[in-house]
Nanobody
Framework: QVQLVESGGGLVQAGASLTLSCAAS????????MGWFRQVPEKEREFVAA????????YYGDSAKGRFTISRDNAKSTMTLEIHTLKPDDTAIYYC???????????????????WGRGTQVTVSS
């Protein structure tokens, strides 16, 4: 059973940078594209970024373009999300997600991800 565990969240000041990590275990050879989503209370989960199974193709949501960088290391079964120049609007729970191995292309559609982590809280103070 695939498990995804996020880490790296915390309380930071606006303007700072943060790197979130996602560690995959249990059948990671069965993972396809992976992505990051975020959610704030009473709002729908928002697509942040995704990368293909190889990591060579990346895809960003409008709110993430220019300040976020997604990458993955398949040898280590990890994925990271670098966030620069953090804003209070970036405050959310950030979730790691993965598609099955046959689904190698990144997508912004949350329902196409089969595996999810429990999330890591990022709070940005002004």
């Amino acid at each position: 059973q695939v498990q995804l565990v996020e880490s790296g969240g915390g309380l930071v000041q606006a303007g700072a940078s943060l790197t979130l990590s996602c560690a995959a275990s249990g059948g990671t050879g069965s993972l396809g594209a992976m992505g990051w989503f975020r959610q704030v209370p009473e709002k729908e989960r928002e697509f942040v970024a995704a990368c293909s199974a190889s990591g060579r193709s990346t895809y960003y949501g409008d709110s993430a373009k220019g300040r976020f960088t997604i990458s993955r290391d398949n040898a280590k079964s990890t994925m990271t999300l670098e966030i620069h120049t953090l804003k209070p609007d970036d405050t959310a729970i950030y979730y790691c997600s993965a598609r099955p191995a046959v689904s190698i292309a990144p997508t912004q559609r949350s329902w196409e991800y089969d595996y999810w982590g429990r999330g890591t809280q990022v709070t940005v103070s002004s």
